[in-house]
């Protein structure tokens, strides 16, 4: 087998979109209604502003789109928590960070924690809030490609803000040159690449099936290679298993060929390449003739589920008033 280039693969946005797309766009994150209770929108209206007249640059996209997918992931796994108000999540992420907070190479992330009854009487609680978001950064956001995370700095304040946290975020210049590795060969490799080109959009679902199941096994593909991901555990039950779920449960072709591959592999690695052989021998029988879609695998719930209590995950551990000899400034 011959080198595949996964970071070449990341700057033409394959393999892993949203890091690099070929039409630099904000990626937002899917499936959460009430998005802007939890990002602020003033500043994501500027971002596009600015991403249109090219005042952001290619490396700056990717870090904060790297951030904008952790959101949500995050949001995703832990909504019915953070949206049940007898908890008292209250919270809200500033993507670029305060005024001077966003610089060519690294971003301070801000996240603001409101105190408790204000503003307008907000019912909150902050101590627990800032449990909720230390499982956001260290279960999230550290997680993410392109990005080193830095510990988080947290300001405790007597005014409408009860916490200011500020996460120091290195942007990865690796993401974008040199090699890795070969993952899954020179063969499939150059047949993969053009039908990704034409079919997979640079951001969001594309707009025929095949696309869209090129997409999902790409996606199991990065991150099982790149981190170690697999869909049917652990951290890889929220990264790729959405794209699992899709293959194996979306009206598409080969529904039933993909599902048996997927339930008879005795080796992830080699059942991976051979659900990606099985889904480009499909694309390339098609010469052309795609079917329209209208599905996004991200909107598939993964087929399995970690082991781990969600309330102990919620609780991480932390005593209700770890955090109130806060003085100025602290880190986690």
Do not use: C, W
């Not at 105190?115 to 230390?134: A, D, F, S």
């Not at 969001?204 to 696309?211: F, H, I, L, R």
Request: glycine share 8%; hydrophobic share 30%.
């Amino acid at each position: 087998m011959d080198n595949f280039d996964l970071k070449k693969y990341l700057a033409e946005g394959k393999l892993y979109e949203g890091l690099f797309s070929k039409k630099p766009k904000l990626y937002k994150p899917k499936g959460i209604s009430q998005i802007h209770n939890y990002v602020n929108d003033r500043q994501v209206t500027d971002l596009e502003s600015k991403i249109k007249s090219k005042e952001i640059s290619p490396k700056q996209l990717s870090g904060i789109n790297s951030v904008m997918m952790a959101i949500e992931e995050f949001l995703k796994a832990k909504l019915g928590i953070i949206e049940n108000e007898k908890n008292g999540i209250k919270f809200l992420i500033y993507p670029t960070g305060k005024v001077g907070g966003l610089t060519d190479s690294k971003l301070d992330l801000y996240i603001n924690l409101p105190q408790k009854g204000k503003p307008n009487n907000l019912r909150t609680n902050p101590e627990e809030t800032l449990k909720m978001i230390k499982i956001f950064i260290d279960g999230y956001l550290k997680k993410q490609d392109g990005i080193d995370v830095a510990s988080a700095k947290v300001k405790k304040s007597n005014d409408t803000t009860a916490y200011d946290i500020t996460v120091p975020i290195t942007f990865k210049e690796s993401v974008a040159e040199g090699k890795l590795n070969e993952f899954v060969g020179k063969e499939l490799e150059d047949r993969n690449e053009p039908l990704y080109d034409k079919l997979v959009a640079g951001m969001g679902k594309s707009d025929t099936v095949e696309g869209e199941m090129l997409r999902a096994i790409n996606r199991i593909a990065y991150r099982y290679y790149n981190d170690g991901d697999e869909y049917h555990t652990g951290y890889g039950i929220e990264t790729a298993g959405p794209a699992h779920s899709f293959l194996v449960n979306a009206n598409h072709p080969l529904r039933s060929l993909v599902s048996t591959l997927f339930k008879n592999g005795t080796n992830y690695e080699q059942t991976i390449k051979d659900v990606l052989d099985a889904i480009l021998d499909h694309i390339e029988s098609r010469q052309g003739k795609y079917t329209p879609n209208s599905e996004d695998m991200f909107d598939y719930e993964p087929e399995f589920e970690d082991d781990y209590d969600e309330e102990d995950d919620y609780g991480y551990g932390y005593d209700d008033d770890e955090y109130d000899e806060f003085d100025n400034e602290e880190q986690f």
